[in-house]
Nanobody, 118 residues
Framework: QVQLVESGGGLVQAGGALRLSCAASETIFNIRAMGWYRQAPGKQRELVALMANGERTQYSGPVKGRFTISRDNAKNTLYLQMNGLKPEDTAVYYC????????????WGQGTQVTVSS
């Protein structure tokens, strides 16, 4: 059973930066998409950043220009570099990997808390 282990969350002041990591316990084959989601208290989980079709990336409006998604295949690790953090970025962040020809395999990390103080 593949596990995704997240790290890198924490408390940071507004304007600061954090880098989240999501390490897979083993190599995942036929990856179709990788992404980061976040869920703030009382809100639905939302997509923050997505990498699909190889290295093509897309970002939600609120984080575009501040966050960067990347991967290190040799380390089976997905990253989210977050710069210029704002209090509204406060949430639990989850990584997700979709695999299989029909996207039938969905893997989720356990979540890591990011808190941005004003």
């Amino acid at each position: 059973q593949v596990q995704l282990v997240e790290s890198g969350g924490g408390l940071v002041q507004a304007g600061g930066a954090l880098r989240l990591s999501c390490a897979a316990s083993e190599t995942i084959f036929n990856i179709r998409a990788m992404g980061w989601y976040r869920q703030a208290p009382g809100k639905q989980r939302e997509l923050v950043a997505l990498m699909a079709n190889g290295e093509r990336t897309q970002y939600s409006g609120p984080v575009k220009g501040r966050f960067t998604i990347s991967r290190d295949n040799a380390k089976n690790t997905l990253y989210l570099q977050m710069n210029g953090l704002k209090p509204e970025d406060t949430a639990v962040y989850y990584c997700n990997i979709m695999a299989g020809d029909l996207y039938e395999y969905a893997y989720w990390g356990q979540g890591t808390q990011v808190t941005v103080s004003s």
